[in-house]
């Protein structure tokens, strides 16, 4: 629950800033922040699929060209 009640408060505080701006910049901010982290984490998934993907060719015996 704790976790819960720290994103509820982050969200509350982001209301706050957002509304004594009066601008929307504290959100555009924060939504290009998360769209870079999960932009990342993609990366990191497909490079590591791609190596187990490599893996496995190696296992079976294929040629990994």
Partial sequence: MPTAYGAE???DVLGIITVWSKSGWPDLVLGLIIIVVNVTA????????????????????????
């Fill in 9 to 11: 408060f982050r969200q």
């Fill in 42 to 65: 993609a990366k990191e998934v497909w490079e590591t699929a791609q190596e187990e993907h490599l893996a496995a060719k190696a296992l079976a015996g294929e040629d990994i060209a």
